[in-house]
């Protein structure tokens, strides 16, 4: 079992930056593939960015060159670092752990675990 914990989320200006972390228990962490997704009100959770056990990472396009995920395995940590942000970033971020997947990293459905989400506000 793997409980993640989300942090960080706030309310920030367009242009701004956030970093959000994401907490695991477990001895596994280093083997798990870890993501960030995120909700706005009334559309459905949509993928932002992957990180495998290898470090290599994967972004949705409208992220890419903005946001970038790290891993700190001592630390059993994740982050989401969140550069030029832009008012259609707001949303609640939530952070999910698989392990033993390889293919469709982009799908919620092939996660294993989630955790609570945090709120990210953009303001124009």
């Known amino acids: 079992q793997v409980q993640l914990v989300e942090s960080g989320g706030g309310l920030v200006q367009a242009g701004g930056s956030l970093r959000l972390s994401c907490a695991a228990s477990g001895r596994t962490f280093s083997s798990y593939g870890m993501g960030w997704f995120r909700q706005a009100p009334g559309k459905e959770r949509e993928f932002v960015a992957y990180?495998?056990?290898?470090?290599?990472?994967s972004y949705r396009d409208s992220v890419k060159g903005r946001f970038t995920i790290s891993r700190d395995n001592p630390k059993n940590t994740v982050y989401l670092q969140m550069n030029s942000l832009k008012p259609e970033d707001t949303a609640v971020y939530y952070c999910?752990?698989?392990?033993?997947?390889?293919?469709?990293?982009?799908?919620?459905?092939?996660?294993?675990?989630w955790g609570q989400g945090t709120q990210v506000t953009v303001s124009a």
């Open positions: 990180i495998r056990w290898s470090d290599t990472t």
């Open positions: 999910a752990a698989r392990l033993g997947v390889v293919s469709a990293y982009n799908e919620a459905s092939s996660y294993n675990y």
